[in-house]
């Protein structure tokens, strides 16, 4: 914020400390048993999140 900059809290997003051991284990899995990567879905679904949280501070040119 000091630095204009925009910050996306991941381990938030997860759903805090030691999530990506619940991602592992849902159904179906959002990360991959090495415990560092998500899987095809979990990174849809960190896509979606991130493009949401990009333009809900979004004012199209046309606005203003």
């Known amino acids: 914020l000091q630095f204009g900059c925009g910050f996306f809290d991941l381990r938030g ?4 400390s030691m999530a990506m051991l619940r991602w592992v284990a ?23 999140v991130l493009y949401d949280a990009l333009l809900a501070g979004f004012e199209p040119a046309t606005a203003r």
């Open 13 to 16: 997003f997860m759903g805090g």
């Open 26 to 48: 849902a159904t179906p899995p959002l990360g991959t048993p090495d415990h560092v990567h998500f899987t095809a879905l979990g990174y849809t679904r960190l896509g979606e």
